[in-house]
């Protein structure tokens, strides 16, 4: 079976997440350690231990995230379990970048940390918000958006399944939208717990910044397919995913194209590696008849292994 990795992004996080398996596992807990010297604080600790406040925060949850998935990566190559095509959703895009052999671990780490305080700040100003809208075709919401533009931006986010769009902006034309939304028949219009406009050309400062951070880094041509936000295409040329990720802060997320993009090439089968099952249930939402399978613990772990004929 053509396997391709996915990786979470904000919002999968959890007190908890990967704790078990770095007090089972050597070479996850290693990942931890050299979070660690890249950081500058205990990123286990507050994995393992929280808070939850301080993890929810933009500046930590995002090098979390990265840390966890790498971790579960790293065990999952241990016991014989690789990818053959690679992607992630916002933040998770750069552990698909490691994945893909493009960045070591602790320079994606680098770049996620300094990703992460810079969105932070944005965030921090308490001026934008995100919302997902489902049961509205894209048509409608970019119309809705399009109504509240004299109140203030906003725009659609992430394109994450069928009917399932995050729409981001400022506060106040954030609330117009969602009122319009549930107006025009939205079976749910939930606000996130992000205080940023996140993925909107409200961040294109940001954007900015980290085009010109990116440059201090070698990127390697990827090893495997790799399927990148900004476009929902797979992407080759090192040059070109600089380009993507620095356009991903202000971009839609494109997940959908995504994921029907890597099935179209031949992939059957996605294991999300990572806290939480978000993106297991964005794939079953968006396509039928292929495998799909996840691993954050030990429990699911083993389950995958004994799947391939494998053991811990």
């Known amino acids: 079976m053509s396997l391709a990795f996915v990786f979470p992004g904000q919002g999968s996080q959890y007190v908890g997440m990967g704790a078990e398996l770095a007090r089972l596992h050597r070479s996850a807990a290693e990942i931890f350690e050299q979070a660690r010297q890249v950081t500058g604080y205990p990123l286990l600790e507050l994995c393992a231990e929280g808070p939850a406040e301080l993890l929810n925060t933009t500046k930590y949850t995002q090098p979390a995230l990265i840390t966890v998935s790498v971790a579960i990566l790293t065990v999952l190559r241990e016991h014989g379990v690789t990818c053959q095509a690679v992607a992630g959703h916002s933040v998770g895009e750069y552990t698909a970048l490691v994945a893909a052999g493009v960045l070591p671990f602790m ?65 106040a034309a954030l609330e117009e939208a969602i009122a319009e939304a549930r107006l025009r028949g ?18 294109a ?61 031949g992939f059957s089968g996605f294991l999300e590696v990572g806290p939480g099952q978000v993106l297991s249930g964005l794939i079953k939402r968006t396509l039928t008849g292929h495998r799909i399978e996840h691993v954050e613990d030990q429990a699911t772990l083993e389950k995958m292994l004994a799947q391939i004929g494998g053991t811990v």
């Open 205 to 265: 400062g940001v954007s900015e910044e980290l085009k010109c951070f990116l440059q201090k880094y070698k990127f390697d041509t990827p090893e495997v397919p790799l399927a990148m936000n900004a476009t929902g295409e797979i992407v080759g040329d090192p040059g070109v995913i600089k380009d993507l990720l620095a356009a991903q802060v202000s971009s839609p997320v494109f997940w959908e194209e995504s994921v029907r993009g890597l099935a179209a090439a």
């Open 186 to 203: 939205a079976k749910k219009v939930a606000t996130l717990a992000v205080s940023g406009p996140f993925h909107t050309s409200l961040m």
């Open 107 to 171: 320079a994606a780490l680098e770049i996620v940390n300094k990703r992460a305080e810079m969105m932070d700040q944005v965030a921090a100003s308490g001026r934008g918000g995100m919302a997902a809208v489902i049961g509205l075709e894209r048509s409608t919401v970019a119309e809705i958006c399009l109504r509240v533009r004299a109140i203030g931006v906003v725009q659609m986010a992430n394109f994450n399944a069928p009917n399932q769009i995050v729409i981001s902006g400022e506060k």
